[in-house]
């Protein structure tokens, strides 16, 4: 039996004699290569976390001391020591998720994949032991990988900073390589000098009697203690923290077990709010991830972990590209177009555009917020902003983009990749709210496009637009084929109209973006029930089109379909310009089920919603039978859909 194998919880690795972790740190290295290359993942910042995880378990005592990870992406290491060491279908359905999970573990106190947020938590665990009369536990925070440049974090610091008897051990993971490795017996020391209470009670001594001895004392003092904090500051990067009140130990080697040990249990001795900070290489111990410039195999697919070739090639484009490339387009045409992007310029594909325009494009870290009002101020300074983030990140800047954006009628472009169903990230990072949360946005408009042909030519309509923010989202997934309309009303696009010549189609399809293709699927199953089918794209969602009204108003049935909450989404916008219009057409309102989804591929997703052709159809030709435009069987089922999507919202005009 391996030595990792014989790990079933933190009390089995306390265990363990010092001599050998080290040998446990490389088999968990080696099983986390072998594992996340076949199955993809977060590997390079897993790899480098591997003696700061051990240490973080060997020095306290989870579950019963609350173990934090900002982001959770790093918290692979952790699984593996909390007796989770079955990957075979990580990330996929059924199988252990990419992030903590309360239902996995009591040792995952926090499921959160968004950055930023895990201080916060820190600060209420802390106060929830002080006021209970927990004393003897305590509350770690690991925050790295960027996560120090959003808001909340420093927002959460200055609360914490405020409580000097609250036991919050904050660890920063470090892997930028920022800071030289000033570690060693004298760094050591002065550490223990800080955290010890004998030299918190000289210091208050000190300026007691310094300051109460007569002219000399008070200038005596301040010479010494700036004397001593410059000092500190030359040598190690503290002083922000200190600032704030929060002791700091470090830099500490992360990847030096002894090391780490000692300066962890130094700050659990302070009793306090400790900042340990510690250095660590993102894809230690995997010669490509260390090699690998770009960002040390952050995230990586499916990869042979020898060539690092994908085991499952993409043949198609992603939506990504297309976007990025389009952007490359514009900024060559249009010189008032910049682009902002929240710590995710490769993900939402502004690479090329920031070669091209190194000076037109500003990184703002995982701040959503800020990303939103300095695009308002970039409008407002003449220019025309694209802020691209993944669309569940948006929801962090909705009052920026309603009170600073769209109140000031700013033209600003949001580009939303990865809306709808993103799948294996689990529910997180899902971007099924957009359409709900943006509805209430006076002014705002929302463009989704169901090709790589409507996605240039609506990202150009949005960059037209001057006196409002606009939105253009698109899916985690490749493009399909061209889909051609055959016409085009007012705004909207009609795709396919089935059903007999000279007879007027009973159901009106409203196909969401992407969700085009499934309906033109649902469209040729519904025609072979005997209902004739109209499938439209609106290109446009927000605003409802009145041509959209007009169309249906020629219909006896109206089904929308969006990749996103059914619960004030687009469907229920239609239904609303319907009654405001004074149509009695019943409406139908597929989409996602307003609840958390588990992590599985986005097209097992979309099956179980009944996103698919089939899952369409069936719904469709049940209510249409309900409503009496079908009489007799439906040979069309809905017998492989969740109980929860089926007979779902529905209206019936006014």
Not at 289 to 314: K, M, W, Y
Request: charge should be negative; hydrophobic fraction near 40%.
């Amino acid at each position: 039996m391996s030595l990792l194998e014989s790990i079933r919880s933190p009390r089995d690795l306390r265990l363990l004699p010092p001599s050998e972790l080290p040998r446990l740190a490389e088999e968990i290295r080696e099983f986390l290569i072998d594992a996340v290359t076949r199955s993809g993942g977060h590997l390079g910042p897993n790899l480098g976390v591997v003696e700061l995880t051990l240490a973080l378990h060997r020095v306290f005592e989870s579950p019963a001391d609350r173990i934090l990870f900002d982001t959770g992406h790093q918290s692979y290491v952790h699984k593996l020591l909390t007796g989770r060491q079955d990957f075979d279908r990580f990330k996929s359905k059924g199988g252990l998720s990419g992030y903590p999970s309360r239902a996995e573990s009591e040792h995952d106190v926090i499921e959160n994949s968004h950055a930023s947020t895990v201080l916060g938590y820190a600060d209420g665990l802390a106060k929830a032991n002080q006021l209970q009369g927990r004393g003897d536990r305590y509350v770690v925070a690991v925050i790295g990988d960027g996560a120090l440049t959003g808001g909340m974090a420093w927002e959460a610091l200055n609360n914490i900073a405020e409580a000097h008897d609250r036991p919050v051990i904050i660890v920063v993971n470090d892997n930028e390589r920022s800071y030289a490795p000033t570690i060693g017996g004298l760094a050591n020391h002065l550490a223990t000098l800080r955290t010890t209470q004998g030299y918190e009670r000289f210091l208050s001594w000190g300026k007691g009697t310094l300051q109460r001895t007569p002219v000399v004392g008070g200038p005596i003092y301040d010479a010494l203690h700036g004397a001593k904090k410059g000092f500190k500051d030359a040598t190690a990067p503290q002083g922000m923290f200190e600032d704030l009140g929060l002791k700091y130990i470090g830099p500490i080697d992360g990847h030096d077990t002894t090391a780490l040990e000692s300066a962890l249990r130094r700050a659990r001795g302070f009793r306090g709010p400790v900042i340990v900070h510690c250095l660590t290489e993102k894809g230690r111990g995997y010669r490509p991830a260390e090699l690998d410039e770009a960002d040390h195999f952050h995230q990586v697919g499916a990869i042979d972990p020898i060539t690092c070739e994908p085991l499952r090639p993409s043949s198609g484009v992603s939506w990504t590209s297309v976007f990025g490339k389009e952007m490359v387009a514009v900024g060559r045409e249009r010189e008032d177009v910049v682009a902002i992007t929240a710590a995710m310029l490769a993900p939402v594909g502004l690479q090329a555009f920031s070669r091209e325009f190194p000076d037109r494009i500003y990184d703002v870290g995982i701040a959503e917020q800020h990303a939103a009002v300095s695009a308002a101020g970039l409008a407002t300074g003449g220019l025309h902003p694209v802020v691209a983030v993944y669309a569940t990140f948006l929801n962090r800047a909705f009052d920026q983009v309603l009170m600073d954006c769209a109140l000031h009628r700013c033209g600003v472009t949001f580009v939303l990749d990865r809306a709808g169903v993103t799948g294996t990230d689990g529910a997180s990072h899902n971007g099924m709210w957009d359409l709900s949360i943006l509805q209430v946005v006076p002014g705002l408009r929302i463009a989704a496009p169901r090709d790589a042909d409507q996605l240039r030519a609506e990202l150009r309509e949005a960059l037209d637009v001057a006196d409002a923010p606009t939105v253009v989202r698109f899916p985690k997934a490749e493009v399909g084929p061209p889909i051609p309309a055959v016409e085009r009303v007012g705004g909207v696009d009609v795709l396919l109209r089935t059903g007999p010549v000279g007879r007027a189609p009973e159901v009106l399809l409203v196909a969401v973006g992407t969700m085009a293709s499934a309906c033109l699927d649902a469209a040729a199953l519904l025609t072979a029930e005997g209902l004739g089918a109209t499938a439209v794209d609106p290109r446009w969602v927000k605003p409802v089109d009145p041509a959209l009204t007009e169309l249906a108003a020629r219909h006896r049935l109206v089904v929308t379909v969006e990749d996103s909450g059914r619960v004030g989404g687009v469907g229920a916008a239609v239904a609303q310009a319907l009654r405001d219009a004074d149509l009695d057409v019943p409406t139908r309102e597929l989409g996602i089920p307003q609840r958390f989804l588990d992590h599985a591929a986005r097209g097992e997703i979309l099956d179980e919603i009944g996103l698919t052709g089939p899952g369409i159809a069936a719904q469709t030709a049940a209510f249409a039978k309900a409503i009496g435009l079908v009489t007799g069987t439906t040979y069309i089922t809905t017998d492989s859909l969740t109980s929860d999507f089926v007979g779902g919202d529905q209206h019936r005009g006014s």
